[in-house]
């Protein structure tokens, strides 16, 4: 079982910049890759971007490509999202989710692959 938290939601305004941490919990929390998704208001939720549990691998929503970028410290079972250029249509609430991998350096942007999920934390992006 993995708890996971996160934190470093808030308001800002487009062209800026917020980074979102997570924190895992549990005595294997190193052996899962984590990742965070979104969901708007009557959207969706939506995949945004993975790591895998050695931190070798990622993989980002083509949405977010070349501003986001993912990160992990395994020695803090902790990940974050360091968010550039934020856009008026990146503002939802960022959910942080845990998915047990066999794998090291396997990702996984499905929904079905994640099995612990945080309560969300909301970005809020003013145009």
């Known amino acids: 079982q993995v708890q996971v938290v996160e934190s470093g939601g808030g308001l800002v305004q487009a062209g800026g910049s917020l980074r979102l941490s997570c924190a895992a919990s549990?005595?294997?929390?190193?052996?899962?890759?984590l990742a965070w998704f979104r969901q708007a208001p009557g959207k969706e939720r939506e995949f945004v971007a993975a790591?895998?549990?050695?931190?070798?691998?990622?993989y980002y929503a083509d949405s977010v490509k070349g501003r986001f970028t993912i990160s992990r410290d395994n020695a803090k079972n902790t990940v974050y999202l360091q968010m550039n250029s934020l856009k008026p249509e990146d503002t939802a609430v960022y959910y942080c989710?845990?998915?047990?991998?066999?794998?090291?350096?396997?990702?996984?942007?499905?929904?079905?692959?994640?099995?612990?999920w945080g309560r969300g934390t909301q970005v809020t992006v003013s145009s």
């Open positions: 989710t845990a998915g047990y991998r066999n794998n090291a350096n396997y990702v996984g942007a499905a929904f079905a692959e994640y099995a612990y």
């Open positions: 790591i895998s549990r050695s931190g070798s691998s990622t």
């Open positions: 549990g005595r294997t929390s190193s052996s899962y890759a």
